[in-house]
């Protein structure tokens, strides 16, 4: 599934190529099984990670995949941070990620084809408002308590697993 989704992220954003980088990624499928939108995380480095993301339809981030994504930045790998990188012409990329709470960090000149200069977004934990948002607790009790702005460590313990050895079956 994780190849599925990166070669659609991929196809859908001309300016990514993960050539050899380890990578792993989670899709959104629409009712017949096509995918409609996916995440792929790269550059893991403990503290920080990398996500790529790209949608066809204008529905395809729902508030729960995107807490997914976040649970599984801040709380499953445990990162203090994660950066996503735009192309300064993606008017719509630059407003996703200010939406998602990003925080502009610094401009790349002219590395993006065509010359283009690549915007550098960053979101710490304690910014993500993500991390309770359609969250599935299955009628127990809330296991996380993690709060928007709270450092809040897990009331359980998560396996912290580089995104590369997860098993093949991520994909949501």
């Known amino acids: ?25 989670i899709g959104n499928m629409d009712g017949l099984g ?3 939108g996916g ?13 790529h993301v790209a949608g066809v339809t204008r529905n395809w ?9 976040f649970r599984y930045v801040f709380l499953q790998l445990g990162c203090r941070r994660c950066t996503g990188m735009v ?21 790349m000149r002219a590395i993006m084809p065509g010359d283009v200069d690549c915007l550098i977004f960053g979101m710490l934990r304690e910014e993500c408002r993500w991390l309770t948002v359609g ?6 009790r809330n296991e996380t308590r993690a709060r928007a702005n709270s450092t809040t460590i897990p009331l359980r ?10 098993p093949r079956s991520t994909g949501l």
Do not use: S
């Open 61 to 69: 981030c729902t508030r729960r995949f995107i807490g997914e994504v």
């Open 87 to 107: 192309a300064a012409d993606n008017e719509a990329a630059i407003r996703f990620d200010t939406k998602l709470g990003f925080q502009y960090e610094g401009t």
């Open 157 to 166: 313990q998560r396996t912290r697993i580089p995104p590369w050895d997860l």
């Open 39 to 51: 995440v792929v995380f790269n550059n893991y480095t403990k503290r920080d990670i990398h996500l």
């Open 1 to 25: 599934m994780d190849e599925a989704v990166a070669e659609f992220v991929v196809r859908n954003n001309p300016a990514l190529d993960l050539g050899e980088v380890p990578y792993t990624a």
């Open 34 to 36: 096509n995918i409609i």
């Open 135 to 140: 969250e599935l607790n299955h009628g127990r």
